[in-house]
């Protein structure tokens, strides 16, 4: 399940609107996948910075992809080798 969250989350990386977090976790409670368990796979993604959001501070950011993120999902979806 966890592979499949990652998956959709990196399919959507390519979208030239903004991610926002909330509605990105709706969308995937939507698909079925549990409200918990998303929540905690995009907070393991970013403590692996490979993806950045807002916090409590900073309210509104949208969800992007670091450099790191990039590269690493780039390869996962066989785009660069």
Do not use: W
């Not at 991610?19 to 709706?26: G, H, K, N, S």
């Not at 905690?40 to 670091?66: A, E, M, V, Y």
């Amino acid at each position: 399940m966890e592979i499949a969250i990652v998956k959709e989350i990196t399919a959507h990386g390519k979208e030239t609107r903004p991610i926002l977090l909330p509605r990105e976790v709706r969308r995937l409670v939507d698909e079925n996948y549990p409200e918990s368990t998303t929540k905690c796979i995009i907070q393991r993604l970013k403590q692996f910075n490979l993806i950045d959001f807002g916090n409590q501070n900073c309210k509104g950011k949208s969800l992007f992809f670091t450099n790191l993120g990039k590269t690493f999902f780039e390869i996962l979806r066989g785009e660069l080798s």
